[in-house]
């Protein structure tokens, strides 16, 4: 009974910044791996960011996003700097979850938050 909640999407302007975050509550072993996806209207859910130990980027954020985790309070991070109108989707978290030290991780996706670029 895990849960993903996602916050700080919003209006910004072109070249602003937006940091997103993603709070996992509920009982569980650990997180392994967190990922941030996001889907345009009309198109379809694409990767955007992951960290696990190595942080990984879509090559149309890399040097804009940065994806952090905090341990302590079971939070992944998103911040966007110099924001485009091609940033505009709905932001969705995901983790991996275990739930003891012996079994494969289970997947669980936040409820998505809207970031709209616009001037």
């Known amino acids: 009974q895990v849960q993903l909640v996602e916050s700080g999407g919003g209006l910004v302007q072109p070249g602003g910044s937006l940091r997103l975050s993603c709070a996992a509550s509920g009982s569980f072993f650990a997180i392994i791996n967190t990922a941030w996806f996001r889907q345009a209207p009309g198109k379809q859910r694409e990767f955007v960011a992951s960290i696990n130990g190595k942080t990984t980027y879509n090559n149309a954020v890399k040097g804009r996003f940065t994806i952090s985790r905090d341990f302590a309070k079971n939070t992944v991070y998103l911040q966007m700097d110099t924001l485009t109108a091609e940033d505009t989707a709905v932001y969705y978290c995901?983790?991996?979850?275990?739930?003891?030290?012996?079994?494969?991780?289970?997947?669980?996706w936040g409820q998505g938050t809207q970031v709209t670029v616009s001037s």
């Open positions: 995901n983790a991996e979850i275990t739930f003891d030290a012996y079994h494969q991780p289970s997947l669980y």
